[in-house]
């Protein structure tokens, strides 16, 4: 959505300057004198630009000192100076998309010390975790991703004993007549502590993590049958 500046002129939150008004805005420095081995501009030019453009006179100054020192009119990507490369290259990414699809709680710390055995970027060392979480948020390749609460999962659940004994359970309550079975319903408390709560996940999906630990918890059962009692 389009909006006007108090100078007059039309924007978008967030777009830069278009390209063909930041060069009508060096070439009306040039010009008017300003000199772009020295970056010096006549007095009151900056002033006279920005009423002629509509342009804020700090923006004004700032494309100026941009194409002095950089010799592009072209506007940064946010967040990341003009000329810079990324300390995270995409195969980073995927390492760290890799990290957090297998642990969704993994730490920004943690992180790190996969890359520095995994990856052979040789600025990994130097990367904060403002970086690593920016990334997590923003950079994924299958879209941002958030900070949800896990849904944590037993190992033991997944075991082939397991499965078969789920599946005998399954098939016998099948062939058995409703009203002769009693249903139990349990409720607990957790005596463990130390789980990690959090993780990472795309946005619109939930964190799965398989837990280390088995839990231990103090359970207590009610068996109603089929007429609540």
Known sequence: MAHTSKLG??????????DDLRILIVSKIEKAGGNKETMSIPYGVITK?????????????????QYCIIGTVKPSVRGRKVG???????????????????????????????????????????VSDTLLSNTVRK??????????KLSLINKRRFTDDNMAYTQIYVDYIWSKDPSKLKFM??????????????????VGQRAYEITKFEKKSLTYHKSPGWLGC
């Open 9 to 18: 002129r039309h924007f978008d939150y967030g777009a830069p300057i278009g």
């Open 49 to 65: 630009t920005a009423k002629e453009t509509n342009v804020h006179r700090e923006t004004v100054k700032s494309i100026w000192d």
């Open 84 to 126: 810079t490369h990324r300390k995270l290259s995409d195969d980073d990414v995927l390492l760290i998309k890799e990290y957090k699809e297998e642990q969704p709680s993994v730490t920004y710390k943690e992180i790190k010390d996969k890359l520095i055995h995994d990856s052979v970027n040789p600025d990994i060392a130097t």
């Open 139 to 148: 950079r994924m390749p299958d879209g941002p991703w958030s900070r949800k």
């Open 185 to 202: 319903d349990e409720s607990g408390v957790e005596e463990s502590v130390g789980q990690r709560r959090y993780g990472h996940a795309a």
